[in-house]
């Protein structure tokens, strides 16, 4: 009997792991929420665009945005140096249901993202300034 049960309870947990709902499906519970998907939605079509000025325009002035395998950290002007180049190199990206931390005007967004094979978490911390929200830096 309880070895029925691990087994249904492993079978579910191996099914419903390899699901992950689309940032699309993601109903925000706030205008912030609203606003932050929205800056999400926009750069996951930025990069799957490959439009580097779409992204680049999503990042704060003052951004520290981390970059490649060994995670070096940029200027916004530096990662728009290297943006074209990196959007050509790299396959489209697919962003899941974020779980979002809001507090004042800054906010921390965690959300998985699929980029070829490769999937793990992206955690963006967010910055308001007047009613819009930008990037300020990101981790993975």
Same mark, same amino acid.
């Given at each position: 009997?309880?070895?029925?049960?691990?087994?249904?309870?492993?079978? *579910? !947990? &191996?099914?419903?792991?390899?699901?992950?709902?689309?940032? /699309?499906? #993601?109903?925000?519970?706030? $205008?912030?929420?609203? =606003?932050?998907?929205?800056?999400?939605?926009?750069?996951?079509?930025?990069?799957?665009?490959?439009?580097?000025?779409?992204?680049?325009?999503?990042?704060?002035?003052?951004?520290? *945005? !981390? &970059?490649?395998?060994?995670?070096?950290?940029?200027?916004? /002007?530096? #990662?728009?140096?290297?943006? $074209?180049?990196?959007? =050509?190199?790299?396959?489209?990206?697919?962003?899941?249901?974020?779980?979002?931390?809001?507090?004042?005007?800054?906010?921390?967004?965690?959300?998985?993202?699929?980029?070829?094979?490769?999937?793990?978490?992206?955690?963006?911390?967010?910055?308001?300034?007047?009613?819009?929200?930008?990037?300020?830096?990101?981790?993975?």
């Amino acid at each position: 009997m309880i070895k029925q049960f691990a087994f249904t309870l492993i079978v *579910i !947990m &191996a099914i419903s792991c390899g699901r992950d709902e689309p940032i /699309a499906n #993601y109903e925000p519970k706030s $205008p912030d929420e609203k =606003a932050l998907k929205s800056v999400l939605l926009d750069f996951q079509d930025g990069v799957n665009r490959r439009d580097a000025v779409k992204i680049i325009n999503l990042i704060h002035d003052d951004a520290s *945005i !981390m &970059a490649g395998r060994e995670r070096k950290i940029l200027t916004r /002007a530096e #990662y728009f140096n290297i943006l $074209p180049k990196r959007l =050509a190199d790299n396959p489209p990206i697919a962003l899941g249901k974020p779980k979002m931390a809001i507090s004042g005007g800054q906010a921390e967004v965690k959300v998985y993202i699929t980029r070829g094979e490769y999937r793990g978490l992206l955690v963006f911390n967010m910055k308001r300034v007047g009613d819009n929200w930008y990037i300020q830096s990101w981790q993975y």
